[in-house]
């Protein structure tokens, strides 16, 4: 968690504390793990709150679901601690333990409130990112809707450069406000940012071109390609400027192929 934290503050400076808070001279931020209260802290502001989180494999995630619920280990065998899916890491709540996140008062006043609405609209694409569960596959449905309903007005060539423009300038404003993002939602990859989706999804539809059937197969294969992440997380351990967007492209890159090489063999 330490290394996530770091990424987070104007500073660069993170600290994570168990329970009781240690020494603060010199930091710009830090993290209090606690069951209880968060405390008042002289100097620092406390600018948010998440349920502390630890990583767990999704096969045993789900494998502990079913017994908790009496139903048969086998109905779970396609998520095996070792298979694709199974294999994942996710982030599971730890009951009862809460991450309480301070930041020296002027670091945390420094920012604008209407500036910070404008930028959480754009990240979460009008508040799509705030669903549950769903944000990033609500986001790349709309933007092929919207994809469809420019076909009919836009021929296939010009279609297909604005599907492209689309993706350069919404992987720009990611890569701009990737360090807001990071200090606003208190995460490295945050799930209320899906902005990086669309466009992914855009890259993908510009590489197959327009039509109902091509754009709702590169719904699938992109959704496919970024949950499940086959041959892209090596681009997550770069490090590189714009991370928050780069494995959605690659995403959309692999989809869109996938989809152009079917087309090509029926």
């Given at each position: 968690m330490a290394a996530r934290l770091r990424l987070m503050a104007p500073g660069g400076r993170?600290?994570?504390?168990?329970?009781?808070?240690?020494d603060t001279d010199g930091l710009d931020a830090f993290c209090l793990?606690?069951?209880?209260?968060?405390?008042?802290?002289?100097?620092?502001a406390c600018i948010g709150t998440k349920s502390h989180r630890v990583p767990e494999k999704l096969g045993d995630v789900v494998a502990k679901l079913l017994r908790e619920r009496g139903l048969p280990p086998w109905f779970g065998s396609f998520c095996r601690p070792h298979s694709m899916v199974g294999s994942r890491i996710c982030q599971t709540a730890v009951p009862?333990?809460?991450?309480?996140?301070?930041?020296?008062?002027?670091?945390a006043?420094?920012?604008?409130?209407?500036?910070?609405?404008?930028?959480?609209?754009?990240?979460?694409?009008?508040?799509?990112?705030?669903?549950?569960?769903?944000?990033?596959?609500?986001?790349?449905?709309?933007?092929?809707?919207?994809?469809?309903?420019?076909?009919?007005?836009?021929?296939?060539?010009?279609?297909?450069?604005?599907?492209?423009?689309?993706?350069?300038?919404?992987s720009a404003i990611c890569a701009?406000?990737?360090?807001?993002?990071?200090?606003?939602?208190?995460?490295?990859?945050p799930r209320e940012v899906v902005l990086d989706e669309v466009a992914g999804m855009?890259?993908?539809?510009?590489?197959?071109?327009?039509?109902?059937?091509?754009?709702?197969?590169?719904?699938?294969?992109?959704?496919?390609?970024?949950?499940?992440?086959?041959?892209?997380?090596?681009?997550e351990k770069r490090g590189w400027s714009g991370t928050i967007v780069w494995d959605d492209l690659l995403a959309g890159l692999y989809a869109g192929g996938a989809v152009l090489a079917c087309k090509s063999i029926i």
């Open positions: 993170w600290e994570i504390f168990e329970q009781t808070v240690g793990v606690s069951r209880s209260a968060p405390p008042e802290v002289p100097g620092f009862g333990l809460i991450d309480h996140f301070y930041q020296l008062e002027e670091l006043s420094s920012g604008s409130p209407a500036a910070d609405r404008v930028r959480n609209a754009l990240c979460s694409m009008a508040g799509l990112g705030h669903l549950p569960l769903v944000g990033a596959t609500a986001a790349s449905f709309v933007t092929c809707l919207f994809a469809l309903a420019l076909m009919y007005f836009a021929g296939p060539e010009t279609w297909q450069f604005l599907m492209l423009v689309m993706s350069i300038l919404t701009l406000l990737e360090k807001w993002a990071h200090r606003h939602y208190l995460a490295e990859d855009a890259l993908a539809l510009a590489i197959i071109g327009p039509g109902v059937w091509a754009n709702l197969a590169a719904f699938f294969a992109f959704r496919f390609f970024d949950i499940f992440k086959p041959g892209i997380h090596w681009v």
